[in-house]
């Protein structure tokens, strides 16, 4: 186990897949397991892997760490270091011992309980401690209670009927409580006339094949009213198999498998399942879009992933069942607003819509009881019978999860609700966490960014925005399942989340997440073996905050196994945080740092920067960095850096930069002419960097960029500096998905060396980078881009666009173009264009455009969303906007 990287594995029991100990985690998760003996022996367990984590973390601080002497003086060193630690040495072997005795209870616990390490064979389907299919009410979902779903209904009814003669699968996906199988179910029945036989099969996360062919098989019988083969209860899978295929040969069939979690289902199942071009389907609900995306590989597929109701469809479903048989199934305007308030607390989720009203249609229509539910919602879930199904069918899809994955998951709940969370942020926490497995020749990030590809596959986590290069940006999840998880995480100690009056902290507290706190909650006694602090306060001081953890200017010695920190003022002493991998410092007011974070060996982010939006905009100042002393070098695993401010360090810090070499984004300010030798010297050995933001200290200050090579892996270039010519590198760059060029005052058009770039999705040519009159877009260039940004060109008068160059454009923004007074024609063939803003551009060039009497607008007639915008204010968003056509957008 690794420093540190063991709290949030074990916390929901981290295991090899097949050992006993993630099988008895998997038991106590099962909502109809309630042995007292399995509860204590999972607390028991987990807590043993917690005094096992703070044993080690301990050993590598007061051992490994201290242990680091060199040369002469350090035997010295060596002997004192020696008669020092034999008391840290002594306490770390002793709590060994009593780990050992733990185990050994551990384990004779596991054997009086006999814990199984598989379930029973032979049906199909799972049970609950009821001995009923958990999800089978939503087989039987009366039609009046659809709702929302009928455009996809008749999607779905298309895909059955009519199209390919090939066997083709068709896929419903989405998280659990969207209504996939209520939706799939309806059409199943309602089109099976159409077919010559059907089945209807619930998979579940336990099936077994032979389960599911005898199913299949009865069904046939029974639908066909024919007899069943002789001996089918014997027979072995392949013969069953026999048995399916040449039973539906010649037919053309309808299967439908309800509840599909196996990724490669598929193999199980496909050799039954006979291509007769017949016009033959296999339905299939999922929750895993990879189990979709699996059946590719044998069948055609038609996936619809499955989306919330829109407010108006969950206000409609939300009525019919609270007021089913009364007041005409209507809402009384006095439960109005708060059952607005509950509907919204679902999020647009089918199931929580129809349990809350389930449960509210069995109370008295007063506000008092409405009062009541909205105030205890989080308990109900827990413990009405109307709402446990709910859980139940959530807790699903959290405990068939990997184990690598739970902690990930549960990570989520650390955020405030309807928090929005972004990508980079969350990997990094997961990596400085240690939840991410090392593989072999390939970066952690990379394989993080899988772990949460996964949870987006599996339905659990939502995206909230993608980037321009289709990955992930932002992402939430469902206000329920979150509800879900902050019970899990709870149980198992995973994080404690603090609000206003609360200092009670567990010993085997590992994270706290701060929403508001007004006590001295980081200063408790019990806070030693923390790993990571977050807080979300809005509107307090960072001085306050820092105040609450630090004194006289130095940290709590019990914070020594802190991993992840995020504070806006840092003292000298941060330092003595040797495990910290992450420094976000982003939107603070730090301006410099000590030269003690050199000794932060471990530290892979080191971001810091703010962006003020309230003063006057200006390119070069509207961002600010963070001066940093000699000794960065050291920091040889950082892989991300911005924004340095150069000018403090002059060509030595940037050499010295040279040597971090596993930098992906390096972010430089105020860089001066005379040290473009050593940057570009520096920016050669980088061979891993993705992303390079320079900034020059003044407009004027030419940066020589040709000494450069090109860059192997880069993705994203913004250079704001003086050029007078394109480097010949730029257009070179096999991998480049972004590009800024501003202040550059290129004579020649770029556009002729920038047109082939064979991935750019974004490009900016912003405060004169091009200081000609005529930007001409030929045909067949920019064959990927999607958004075009021209800003504070003060030369330009003509913008040429050749019919068949920027063929994939969706958005098109001018900004400040003051000698532009004729849009291009060539933009009518633009068909693809989604979105054109046009911020600050002279009076002749908005009339030409205007949709009453302006001669050019037909130009732009098809594209959808219009915008003329007006500076009112010298700060970065001060605009007034307003619509040519469409809806207006909010900047």
Known sequence: ??????????????????????????????????????????????????????????????????????????????????????????????????????????????????????????????????????RQASLYIEEDEIVGFEFLRDQLVGWLVEGAANTTVISVAGMGGLGKTTLAKKVFYAQKTHFD???????????????????????????????????????????????????????????FFDDVWKVDFCDDIELAMPNNNNGSRIMITIRNMQAAEYFKKSFPVHVHNLQLLPPNKAWELFCKKAFRFELDGRCPAELESMSSELVKKCKGLPLAIVAIGGLLSSKTKTMFEWQKVMQNLSMELERNAHLTSLTKILSLSYNDLPYYLKPCLLYFAIY??????????????????????LEESRALEQVADEYLSELVQRSLVLVSKVGREGQIKSCQIHDLLRELIIRKMKDSSFCHLVHDDEVV????????????????????????????????EEGKSSESLVGRFYAKGRFYAKSKFLK????EVLPKSIGKLQNLETLDLRQTLVQELPIEIKKLTKLRHLCVYNRNYEASYTILVFTSGVVVQKGIGCLKSLQNLYFVEVDHGEPDLIQELGKLKQLRRLGLRRVRREYSHALCASIEGMRHLESLNITAIAEDETIDFNFISSPPQLRRLNLKARLGKLPEWIPQLQYLVKLRLALSMLKEDPLKSLANLPNLVWLAILENAYYGETLHFKEGGFLKLKELFLAHLNSVNTIIIDKGALLVLEEFKFNNIPHLKQISSGIKHLESLKLMDFANMQDEFIQSIDPEKGQDYYIIKHVPLVYIRRKVGPRFHDYDIRPIHGQVLLY
Not at 247 to 253: C, E, I, P, S, T
Not at 416 to 437: H, T
Request: include cysteine.
């Open 1 to 134: 186990m690794r420093a540190g990287a063991g709290s949030g594995d074990n916390a929901v029991g981290a295991a090899d897949p097949g050992s006993e100990l993630l099988v008895v985690y998997r038991r106590a998760a099962n909502e109809g397991d309630t042995k007292e003996g399995i509860k204590a022996w999972v607390k028991q367990s987990r807590e043993v892997s917690f005094r096992i984590e703070d044993a080690i973390d301990e050993y590598i601080i007061h051992v490994v760490y201290r242990n680091n002497h060199h040369g002469c003086i350090a035997s010295l060193q060596k002997i004192a270091f020696l008669i020092t630690s034999l008391m840290p040495r002594h306490r770390i072997a002793s709590k060994i011992q009593d780990i050992k005795l733990s185990i050994r209870s551990i384990k004779e616990r596991s054997e009086r309980y006999d814990f199984q390490t598989s379930f029973e064979e032979g049906s199909s389907r799972s049970t609950n401690a009821r001995g009923h299919y958990p």
């Open 197 to 255: 036989c059907c089945s209807c099969i619930p998979v579940s996360q336990s099936y077994t094949l032979r389960g599911l062919l005898v199913d299949m098989i009865q069904q046939f019988s029974r639908e066909n009213k024919e007899p069943l083969p002789q001996n089918i209860h014997k027979m072995e899978e392949t013969s069953l198999i026999s048995e399916v295929r040449q039973y539906l040969d010649q037919k053309r069939y309808l299967v």
């Open 416 to 437: 405030p609700e309807d928090y929005c969370i972004s990508r980079v942020r969350l990997i990094r926490q997961w990596i400085a966490e240690g939840f991410v497995k």
């Open 505 to 536: 902290l567990d010993e085997r507290t590992r994270r706290l997440s701060i929403a508001t706190c007004s006590r001295d909650v980081l200063r408790s006694s019990k806070h030693s073996r923390i790993r990571a602090i977050y807080a979300f």
């Open 564 to 567: 992840l920190l995020d504070f």
